[in-house]
């Protein structure tokens, strides 16, 4: 990579490090609780959001990132859950959310009686973990079908994040995972990693993030 | 984004495009058909190369991509495929392969008695599609597991590929899945995709994806 690059980089992660401390401070202020989740396509992000809308009485937000489509957004706004699709583009588009786009967001979002603002990151365990979104917790989903090693394949997503939520625990029956090693190897990268084990299809594990969630949100 | 910001990575993507055409002629010329496997992370990728080295006569090479670690190449040669690992950064680190990458790569490697060069990519559905590493052919891995819709929600990575293997199939009767609409969804994105419906744990579809490979290499 040639030095012109490595500072132009510089220069949008600073800006960026920026516009995401000022909306920590404004969402702080408010009294709201901003969460971004991370992980792979597919990990069950959209479904866990789904169903904590069910078991959670505050108000809840949710900033949809995707390339494309408003699929996503669509399925919450179904769950009760009011949402704000980010696009990224339609030809490859970026591979991340970033502060501003968070900042630009909120510009046209009412947060009235919100309580707990979801950014649901791009499905991407490498780009998003870079960009700091101004959320208060950075927490990564990992599906059970994904494998034990992916923690130590795609470190950084798992260093940034203060929990990390194992999806799709129904599944373990029928896979060849070994649970130990897949949090050993979380809290190899990340040892003072929160980890819950759950399944937003049986709802085994979800008391336990909404607990988590309302423990933090005080 | 900034102007000058676009001209370099034009500037980039265009040295890319020159070596990948250059890479692909000269495994033409050595009889090599060179295959790039792209996907989410977890999806299968090694597995499938793993099962496949027990099901072709021909000599395979795999040349891995990870952000860290060294696990997937050992996999591989504990199955008997002679691989190499490229190891794009611990910290972040890049988001996908280029050309220049295989190119050093193959200047170590000995590609005598070799008829398939497997280039696994990132575990990445977004980055990976923009970057022409300079296969013959290239292939999306999608796992059941991950959802119908993911075709529509990463367009590039199914656009830019010719074939698709769709994975882990032997997981379907655990899971909400219509297979109709995630093929319709893949075929929405590329008309002219071939679809190959497999499962590396039972070897569903195996024999499919074989003959796929043999037909391609003559």
């Known amino acids: 990579m040639e030095k012109k690059e490595i ?10 490090d920026r516009v995401a401390d000022e909306l920590r401070a404004e969402m702080k202020q408010k009294g709201i609780l ?28 949710a900033i949809e990132g995707d ?15 009011a949402s704000y699709q980010i696009n990224t583009g ?16 909120l510009q046209e979002i009412d947060l009235s009686g919100i309580d707990y ?6 499905g991407n365990l490498v780009c998003p973990a870079e960009f700091d979104v101004g959320a208060h917790l950075n927490g990564v989903v990992l599906s059970v079908t994904e494998g034990e090693d992916k923690p130590l394949k795609y470190p950084l997503a798992f260093r940034n994040s203060q929990f990390c939520l194992i999806s799709k625990v129904d599944l373990l029956p029928y896979l060849d995972i070994n ?8 809290l190899k990268i990340n040892p003072e990693m929160e980890i819950i084990i759950l399944s937003s299809k049986t709802g085994e594990g979800m008391d336990e993030w909404v607990e988590f969630l309302e423990k933090r949100a005080r």
Chains 1, 2 share one sequence.
């Open 7 to 16: 500072k132009v980089m510089e220069k949008i992660l600073s800006a960026n």
């Open 34 to 61: 901003s969460i971004n989740l991370m992980s792979s396509p597919g990990s069950g992000k959209t479904s866990i959001l789904e169903r904590t809308s069910g078991l959670i009485t505050e108000g809840i937000f």
């Open 67 to 81: 390339i494309q489509t408003t699929l996503d957004a669509e399925r919450l706004v179904s769950a009760g859950i």
């Open 90 to 105: 339609p030809f490859g588009g970026d591979c991340h959310l970033e502060a501003g786009w968070i900042q630009n967001a």
């Open 117 to 122: 603002l979801f950014v649901e990151n791009i």
């Open 179 to 186: 649970m130990q090693r897949m949090i050993n190897n979380v």
